[in-house]
């Protein structure tokens, strides 16, 4: 392979702001719910890789072979692989993909077939345009994509309309995008930097406390509180939503020390008949490994469900929280059964063909 922008390349990254920004000389474009992933392409020779400069080309066979017939013979691009069923994205669908077994991935690359979205531009032939602005890159881009019509490889849709951007960040959530991002149309690619804009959704929901892990650097001597592991009740069973984490070392002690008049023998807590499994299990349940978590330990110490707390976040994948919630603050005012999944806010259902149309979707 012999690239004007070779491997590795760290991508471009985002700073998270509140509200569509008002600053103008910005492009607009929806925020994807997947791998980010950059494509290097000479000639048939193809490879992907992560966010960190990791390889992904062996966990998504079906995109290599895509972009190996879409697009120029030699080109690097910046984009995301994203699985969809029916009208919306899935993002642990997509986890189950990176997968040890060949055998696995070549069944699921049929079963549960990933795309690829570009949203940037990097070099095409032996022009790199890492130091062109971004309204340069996108122009060159759009050419790119003039002739692909392959349904599993696209060009993702932007504008310089604030208002439509508003717009989209309320229309596309009900795809499973997760909001959306801005550009500065002056601005040369800048790997690792944080030269975009973010803007997710933010929200708060009352959350039952069930349990704790403690920190890696715990000691019996100073105990540290890791995280919090979050439940809702459903059907009068409590369930596992997540986790709360992130807190300063003092914080760590504090709340450690504070839980402890809580804890109660797992036989006694509502998770108890999770005790059984020792390994990956549908449910997601604490205290289990999966093949994103082999080494670590997941123990927990259950604690009697009579803590409620307020926590923010930005969107639910399936059950649970998306990302790690925020701690904002205790809620003695509320009883654990009242807090069930009815509180939260259900965005409303968008088609993704739209959003993946290429066009000024309005």
Same mark, same amino acid.
């Given at each position: 392979m012999? /690239?004007?922008?070779?491997?590795? +390349?760290?991508?471009?990254?985002?700073?998270?702001?509140?509200?569509?920004?008002?600053?103008?000389?910005?492009?607009?474009?929806?925020?994807?719910?997947?791998?980010?992933?950059? +494509?290097?392409?000479?000639?048939?020779?193809?490879?992907?890789?992560?966010?960190?400069?990791?390889? /992904?080309t062996r966990y998504f066979p079906e995109v290599v072979e895509a972009l190996r017939a879409a697009l120029p013979d030699r080109c690097v691009l910046d984009g995301e692989i994203f699985v969809a069923l029916g009208q919306r994205l899935e993002f642990e669908v997509l986890q189950e993909r990176i997968h040890p077994a060949a055998s696995r991935i070549a069944k699921l690359s049929v079963e549960t077939p990933a795309s690829y979205v570009a949203f940037d531009l990097l070099a095409l032939g032996d022009e790199a345009y890492v130091d062109a602005p971004f309204s340069a890159r996108r122009? +060159?881009?759009?050419?790119?994509?003039?002739?692909?019509?392959?349904?599993?490889?696209?060009?993702?849709?932007?504008?310089?309309?604030?208002?439509?951007?508003?717009?989209?960040?309320?229309?596309?959530?009900?795809?499973?995008?997760?909001?959306?991002?801005?550009?500065?149309?002056?601005?040369? $690619?800048?790997?690792?930097?944080?030269?975009?804009?973010?803007?997710?959704?933010?929200?708060?929901?009352?959350?039952? +406390?069930?349990? $704790?892990?403690?920190?890696?650097?715990?000691?019996?001597?100073?105990?540290?509180?890791g995280s919090l592991l979050l439940g809702l009740y459903d059907g009068g069973q409590l369930q596992h939503v997540g986790v709360s984490a992130s807190f300063t070392a003092a914080r760590r002690a504090e709340l450690w020390a504070e839980l402890q008049p809580l804890v109660t023998p797992i036989e006694e807590h509502p998770w108890g008949r999770w005790a059984e499994f020792l390994t990956a299990n549908p449910d997601r349940v604490p205290g289990t490994q &999966?093949?994103? &978590?082999?080494?670590?330990?997941? &123990?927990?110490?259950?604690?009697?469900?009579?803590?409620?707390?307020?926590?923010? $976040?930005?969107?639910?994948?399936?059950?649970?929280?998306?990302?790690?919630?925020?701690?904002?603050?205790?809620?003695?005012?509320?009883?654990?059964?009242?807090?069930? $999944?009815?509180?939260?806010?259900?965005p409303v259902s968008y088609d993704l063909d739209a959003v993946l149309s290429g066009e000024q979707v309005g």
């Open positions: 012999d /690239l004007p922008v070779m491997p590795p +390349v760290l991508p471009m990254l985002a700073t998270s702001v509140k509200g569509v920004p008002t600053t103008p000389g910005l492009s607009f474009e929806p925020k994807w719910d997947g791998f980010r992933c950059l +494509v290097f392409k000479d000639g048939d020779e193809v490879e992907l890789a992560s966010r960190n400069t990791k390889p /992904l122009a +060159v881009l759009e050419r790119v994509f003039d002739g692909v019509t392959s349904p599993s490889v696209r060009l993702c849709t932007t504008t310089t309309d604030r208002a439509l951007a508003e717009d989209w960040f309320t229309r596309f959530e009900g795809a499973g995008l997760d909001g959306i991002v801005a550009k500065r149309l002056d601005a040369p $690619y800048e790997p690792n930097k944080r030269t975009m804009l973010k803007i997710k959704h933010a929200r708060t929901a009352d959350v039952v +406390v069930a349990g $704790y892990r403690e920190h890696k650097t715990s000691t019996p001597d100073k105990p540290l509180l &999966s093949r994103w &978590s082999q080494g670590k330990d997941l &123990s927990f110490v259950p604690l009697r469900p009579e803590r409620v707390l307020e926590v923010g $976040y930005d969107h639910m994948e399936g059950r649970r929280f998306r990302h790690t919630a925020q701690f904002k603050r205790w809620r003695p005012d509320r009883d654990p059964e009242s807090c069930g $999944y009815e509180q939260l806010e259900e």
